[in-house]
């Protein structure tokens, strides 16, 4: 018993550590677009809180599962509104440059954090393979959809055709093989982030794109 004690709490604190660390990139990215977008201070702290929990939330509805994560941390709100405030004021006094190539570096952490942490929640809760990969990949993709939607941006994840979700998808697939065997909890979740996120960041790194879809018949 104690040792099956031993291993919720551990794997309880390696899931609350990668979320943790995922809504504060994936904060970041948010923040720095709505920046780049010029919002007010009150659309920074939306836009930021869209790209932070929008993923989560998602998978936590989709799997029934209650409280949502950032109502059962409800620290992280507060961490998040002190956040926005503090990159605010320091890029007003930094006279800091917004670009779109600086949220992609945060943006691809966010996203191997969040698909390793939210493949192995629906793996807790006895989901089938298939469906804990997918409920990954909403986690790490739908918080930037939500994001660039408020920003009038068709969503990164669908007009980049550098891979996006792609990485997601492959680094979940870690997750279900380091559970399958049977490696520790930290190990497999460090393993499957790191998959999502090199995948991604070797993709903004070398320009690789996936090619474009091409419609039938030439345009008359």
């Not at 939607?149 to 998808?169: G, Q």
Request: with cysteine.
């Amino acid at each position: 018993m104690s040792g099956l004690k031993t291993t919720l709490f551990t794997l309880s604190n390696a899931q609350v550590a990668i979320e943790a660390v995922a809504t504060i990139a994936f904060a970041l990215s948010g923040l720095l677009e709505a920046a780049r977008k010029r919002l007010d201070a009150v659309g920074v702290c939306v836009v930021a809180g869209l790209a932070a929990f929008g993923g989560g939330t998602l998978r936590d509805v989709l799997l029934d599962r209650r409280p949502f994560f950032w109502v059962e941390h409800a620290l992280w709100l507060w961490a998040l509104l002190a956040l926005c405030v503090g990159a605010m004021l320091f890029m007003r006094a930094r006279h800091f440059a917004v670009t779109e190539r600086a949220m992609q570096w945060p943006d691809a952490l966010g996203l191997g954090l969040f698909t390793a942490g939210g493949t192995q929640i629906a793996l807790d809760m006895q989901q089938p393979a298939i469906v804990a990969v997918l409920m990954g990949t909403v986690t790490a993709v739908f918080g930037g959809v939500l994001r660039d939607i408020v920003c009038n941006e068709i969503p990164a994840a669908f007009r980049d055709h550098r891979p996006y979700a792609i990485c997601s998808f492959a680094g979940a697939w870690v997750t279900v093989a380091a559970q399958q065997l049977e490696l520790s909890h930290w190990l497999g979740l460090v393993l499957a982030a790191g998959t999502a996120t090199l995948l991604r960041a070797a993709a903004l790194w070398t320009g690789f794109t996936l090619p474009s879809w091409q419609p039938g018949g030439a345009e008359r």
